[in-house]
């Protein structure tokens, strides 16, 4: 994957078709199972209340955020960005996930690995799985080189993939 300005396309076959506001939601899946798989990885999830700001969110608004080896999310986060920046995390060298806040990594090669490890945790959630990640990541506004999240993760992740399997992971 290359993140870039290539436009969404057309839906495969066997393709999940969301929109922006219809993406899984925290609140869609409870907090239960994301807190586990974290755990799982050495990660803390912590639930922040509605309507306050989300601590070390990049982006904002309700997208996850990052402070050491704290995955925070509020119902309203989407799935696909709890994961995502868990992801970031999970990549990384043990070493430098306590220096971590907000910013994870500008490397080209752990962001790869980043949104193929968070497709393969999508099928340990219940209610979620690849194909419905993958649609929501599309409809978020994920850019890809081959068009979808889909289409690179089937056709174009083969660094992403050896990046986790030389670090033991999925």
Request: charged residues 20%; negative net charge; glycine residues 10%.
């Amino acid at each position: 994957m290359s993140p870039g300005d290539t436009p969404a396309a057309p839906a495969q076959a066997g393709a999940v078709v969301v929109s922006g506001a219809d993406v899984l939601r925290l609140a869609d899946i409870g907090f239960e199972a994301p807190t586990a798989l974290l755990a799982g990885y050495g990660l803390v999830l912590e639930t922040v209340p509605g309507g306050q700001p989300i601590p070390g969110s990049y982006w904002g608004e309700c997208e996850a955020g990052l402070v050491g080896t704290t995955v925070y999310a509020r119902a309203d986060t989407p799935v696909h960005s709890l994961l995502h920046e868990a992801c970031h995390l999970i990549v990384m060298p043990p070493e430098r996930r306590a220096l971590v806040h907000t910013d994870a990594t500008d490397s080209v090669a752990e962001e790869d690995a980043t949104c193929c490890l968070q497709i393969l945790l999508a099928d340990r959630l219940p209610g979620v799985g690849s194909q419905r990640l993958m649609a929501d990541m599309d409809a978020w506004g994920y850019t890809f080189r081959l068009g979808s999240a889909r289409a690179w993760f089937e056709n174009d992740a083969e660094d992403a993939r050896a990046f986790l399997a030389a670090r033991a992971l999925p």
